[in-house]
């Protein structure tokens, strides 16, 4: 095996800096890769709209794979559209260092949730071939299908699938505002959902996932901060509730005769906010984003109402005690009012604990290159957080400008990604460093450090 002095950061060892810690990444290639991204999926409406599994999404994959091509990495798309570029390592045998993130967005969202950590996975390879430098390991870039749970309810699908998280069954289960299941969402972009399988990564072909991903809160910019280095990812309980009255004439039915599905819907809303909001359950996000009102006219009372329950904590246990009391209770409210509720569970993800040794090779990086940096944890649901079950992973967040997220406001400046990209180079640097010298199981008893 190949000593460190080899891999750009042997002299980091000893917390000096390296000729690579000038190596800046380049702020106008950067908004020019945003900018072409954000032109796929453009809404007239405002922001993008580059829902999961959509022709959008299938485009800017194109144009990534593209720019991966161009740099000479080998790059495939596997079989649920996840986009998997290489660039050779010295050792052909080493297990693969990853870097990405998504390139799907929520309707009507904004241009840099995930696309931000793409364009810093490009723009590193980019830098590494300006200065001719080859890693230990390989490196890889991954740009992840239909991360966004917008579509179908289900997050991360590209990457739960690459982690073994993703069944046939929710492939046909899941579907669109339009009943469009995610398996003919796939056929209709050309991928073959009787694939799945194929997708699954070995755990022995990957020593390591980096993704940086824009914060969506106002944390790093409130302290005035660089990055964030994330300890804790938020898992989510989603459900899809019916409520099911009687419609009937709005102005000859008598108040107290009345089985209105929207103000049981209304009730249930405030009670997620409610029980969110109890100290039993802190730190728990509940969210009703979206109800279809039936039949939706002025003079009729609603009957039926179909909403989403989406539930948030980095804590499973309170997670899912929260969405169970939510169902408890609304069962509850819909019975007094003579309404029936249907519960569906769309998705649920557990939260993720992410690896402290990554963390901690991170935080010697920031500190070396002089970035002010916070250890924080995620709100939103993250690919890096799938990947984790298969492979150590870790998480770079840059500041979102007012916190604003999933919405065409969104923004971070290419200079504050330019900064991530720059610690995400390093970052990969050091891992692929330290990984190398690791010494390997039954070459050096005494070396036992967990690999
Ligand atoms: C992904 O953006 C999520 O909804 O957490
Ligand atoms: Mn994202
Ligand atoms: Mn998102």
Request: charged share 25%.
């Amino acid at each position: 095996m190949t000593g460190a002095e080899d891999h750009g950061e042997s002299a980091a060892k000893d917390g000096t800096g390296t000729e690579a810690d000038d190596w800046r990444p380049d702020t106008g290639r950067i908004s020019a890769m945003l900018e072409a991204i954000a032109a796929t999926g453009r809404d007239p409406r405002g922001g993008v709209s580059r829902l999961a599994y959509s022709a959008e999404e299938r485009k800017a994959h194109d144009l990534v794979g593209g720019w991966l091509r161009e740099l000479g990495l080998s790059c495939r798309q596997d079989a649920v559209g996840n986009t998997i570029a290489e660039r050779a390592g010295e050792n052909p045998r080493a297990p693969g260092i990853g870097t990405g993130s998504h390139l799907d967005s929520v309707p009507r969202g904004g241009r840099f949730d995930g696309v931000a950590g793409v364009v810093a996975a490009v723009e590193v390879m980019r830098i590494l071939n300006e200065h001719g430098l080859r890693t230990h390991h390989p490196l890889r870039v991954v740009a992840f299908a239909a991360e966004e749970g917008a579509r179908f309810g289900e997050p991360c699908i590209g990457s739960k699938a690459v982690a073994g998280l993703l069944e046939a069954a929710d492939c046909v289960r899941a579907r669109d505002l339009d009943g469009v299941t995610i398996a003919e969402a796939m056929r209709g972009t050309g991928l073959d959902p009787e694939r799945l399988a194929e997708a699954r990564w070995n755990a022995e072909d990957w020593a390591a996932f980096v993704e940086l991903h824009v914060e969506q809160a106002n944390v790093l910019e409130t302290e005035d901060l660089a990055l964030g280095l994330v300890d804790l990812v938020s898992g989510s309980t989603r459900m899809l509730l019916t409520a099911r009255g009687q419609a009937q004439h709005s102005g000859s039915t008598p108040m107290a005769l009345r089985a209105d599905a929207l103000t049981t819907a209304a009730a249930i809303v405030l009670l997620a906010e409610a029980v969110a909001t109890d100290p039993r359950h802190r730190g728990t996000r509940a969210t009703v984003g979206r109800l279809e009102v039936e039949p939706n006219s002025i003079t009729t009372i609603p009957g039926t109402v179909r909403f989403t329950v989406d539930v948030r904590d980095v804590d499973s246990d309170r997670q899912r005690r929260t969405a169970a009391e939510l169902v408890e209770r609304g069962r509850q409210i819909s019975a007094r009012r003579g309404v029936e509720l249907d519960v569906e569970v769309m998705a649920d993800s557990s939260p993720a604990v992410l690896p402290m040794w990554l963390r901690q090779l991170n935080s010697e990086v920031c500190q070396r290159l002089g970035v002010p940096y916070r250890v924080m944890s995620s709100g939103a649901s993250h690919d890096a957080q799938m990947v984790n079950r298969v492979a150590p992973a870790a998480m770079l967040f840059v500041p979102s400008k007012g916190g604003l997220s999933h919405v065409p406001e969104e923004w971070t400046s290419a200079a504050d990604i330019a900064e991530g990209a720059h610690v995400l180079l390093h970052a990969l640097l050091r891992i692929d460093g330290f990984l190398a010298d690791l010494p390997l199981p039954g070459v050096d008893p005494e070396g036992s450090l967990g690999r």
